[in-house]
């Protein structure tokens, strides 16, 4: 399950960038709310950390 997180994460950041350094202003706001789930996914999988 964690792998699959980091992946969402990846592909989240992944296409932020290429919305932002492709189209730019086409894209408007679809883009920072890419990057923000992408920060949201991070913050979460630091919030769980590990569990024994």
Not at 24 to 30: F, T
Request: no cysteine; glycine share 14%.
């Amino acid at each position: 399950m964690r792998d699959l997180i980091w992946l969402i994460i990846v592909i989240l950041i992944i296409g932020w960038l290429i919305g932002f350094f492709g189209f730019g202003e086409a894209v408007g706001s679809l883009i920072h709310v890419l990057l923000v789930l992408a920060i949201i996914g991070i913050l979460y999988r630091l919030a769980v950390g590990r569990r024994p």
